[in-house]
């Protein structure tokens, strides 16, 4: 059984910065590629970025490249996503997810992905 634990969500004032975990247990963490979805009130769920089964390969949305850094840590089997310069249009729920299929390089697409963490809010003030 896969389980995803999101954790470090927060409310910040704009400009401000935040790091993301996602503690993963029951797969063999390193082997499979993994990411960070988010989803705003009243939108769609979107992908924010991704990091490869080996960690060296990774992919940003646009709207947070530079700006967001997505790192896997295997010792502690755990994902991270640093937020700086946060703007108030990056407040949504933060969603981890872990890919379906091992050893591939980093899945923009949602459907790509096989489990899921519960979320966590992330709130940026004006």
């Known amino acids: 059984q896969v389980q995803l634990v999101e954790s470090g969500g927060g409310l910040v004032q704009a400009g401000g910065s935040l790091r993301l975990s996602c503690a993963a247990s029951?797969?063999?963490?390193?082997?499979?590629?993994m990411g960070w979805f988010r989803q705003a009130p009243g939108k769609e769920r979107e992908f924010v970025a991704a990091?490869?089964?080996?960690?060296?390969?990774?992919d940003y949305a646009d709207s947070v490249k530079d700006l967001f850094t997505i790192s896997i840590d295997t010792d502690k089997n755990t994902m991270y996503l640093q937020m700086n310069s946060l703007k108030p249009e990056d407040t949504a729920v933060y969603y981890c997810?872990?890919?379906?299929?091992?050893?591939?390089?980093?899945?923009?697409?949602?459907?790509?992905?096989?489990?899921w963490g519960q979320g966590t809010q992330v709130t940026v003030s004006s």
């Open positions: 997810a872990i890919d379906s299929i091992p050893y591939r390089l980093p899945r923009t697409g949602q459907y790509e992905y096989g489990y």
């Open positions: 029951g797969r063999t963490f390193g082997s499979y590629a």
């Open positions: 990091i490869s089964w080996s960690g060296t390969s990774t």
